[in-house]
């Protein structure tokens, strides 16, 4: 079922912004988001390092814990001013969702919560300033990632994550859905103004499926694939580089040493005006996934990081798309 936008929200959502993961080497992290990926380490303390795009002014866009074992520990978003948290905050203490104000370094008024399907979140109003490197050049490192985009959550229930953010002002730019119906299996949602910050799709969850970072062109994306292959990560890029058909993203998708994944992409396209109305795609559509190419392997399909305590549930919708193992007839 289509989800009906909430155009005067409780509060207001502004971006995709941060994540935080917990990591079981530190260093190994820091050296993979540095190096293989190309991001800037604004600061490192014993227990976390804090990094950022090359064009970001805000402290960090990836947060890394120190941690006994590898999970995603939450996704951030932007909200627009201090009101805006307490409107959060009175919002869900009326509709009875869990949430908690916390302090959290380099940022404003910060709220955590979990979303009705699980996802740990968090919103801030604001971060620390730190120089933007958009013109540092001269820095610029493998796939010279640019900002911090959108995440992707894998759900058990696709519409319940989806009618919950369209109340919160999000707009749903495409979806795929059960073969003939609107029977949701993925939903991209976005308050940006390009296609998404946030996706679900239908899935073993909640777990965080990636993160994504823009880069600036399609040979940005190609050297950070060389540069992953010179320091032996080769075989951690589990998807690419491709063209999605959904949102025109050409990507290319890496697993760091605990197995989180980020993407590297370029080119969404806006998704602004009111009467633009979502693309939808039948799942069994491959060019839905990869307008040209492979599909992608059960890796890919399957793996994705946990939120602590989080159990998984089964997915309420039975479709899975091909894989590159069943493309291949391999078993
Ligand atoms: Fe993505």
Redesign the pocket.
């Given at each position: 079922m289509l989800p009906t936008t909430n155009f005067d929200p409780p509060f207001t959502l502004t971006r995709a912004s941060h994540v935080s993961l917990s990591v079981t080497d530190l260093a190994a992290s820091r050296d993979f988001y540095r190096d293989v990926v190309g991001l800037v380490v604004t600061e490192e303390t014993d227990d976390a390092v804090y990094l950022r795009g090359l064009e970001e002014a805000a402290h960090h866009s990836l947060v890394l814990e120190r941690g006994d074992e590898a999970k995603a520990l939450r996704v951030g978003f932007r909200v627009r001013t201090d009101a805006d948290v307490v409107a959060a905050e009175r919002h869900f203490a009326s509709i009875g969702l869990e949430h908690r104000r916390v302090e959290k370094p380099h940022q404003g008024p910060t709220l955590q919560f979990r979303d009705p399907v699980g996802t740990h979140l968090e919103i801030t109003s604001s971060m620390d300033l730190v120089p933007r490197k958009m013109q540092n050049f001269d820095e610029f490192v493998s796939g010279s990632p640019q900002r911090l985009d959108?995440y992707?959550v894998v759900t058990y229930d696709v519409q319940t994550a989806t009618d919950f953010w369209t109340g919160l002002g999000m707009r749903m730019s495409e979806y795929t859905a059960k073969d003939g119906t609107d029977e949701l299996w993925g939903s991209w949602m976005e308050v940006k103004g390009n296609t998404h910050d946030l996706?679900f799709t239908n899935g073993h969850g909640p777990r965080l499926h990636?993160f994504?970072y823009t880069v600036p062109d399609a040979s940005s994306l190609l050297h950070a694939a060389d540069v992953a292959g010179a320091l032996g990560f080769g075989q951690e890029i589990d998807r690419g580089p491709g063209r999605h058909g959904i949102s025109n993203a050409l990507f290319l998708y890496l697993r760091d040493p605990d197995q989180h994944r980020v993407?590297l992409?370029t080119t969404h396209y806006q998704f602004i005006d009111l009467e633009d109305v979502p693309i939808r795609w039948d799942v069994s559509n491959p060019q839905r996934a990869q307008l040209w190419g492979m599909p992608a392997s059960r890796r890919w399909f399957f793996e994705a990081s946990e939120f602590p305590g989080e159990g998984l549930h089964e997915p309420l919708l039975h479709a899975t798309p091909a894989t590159l193992e069943e493309f291949l007839g391999v078993h």
């Open positions: 959108h992707q996706v990636h994504a993407e992409f």
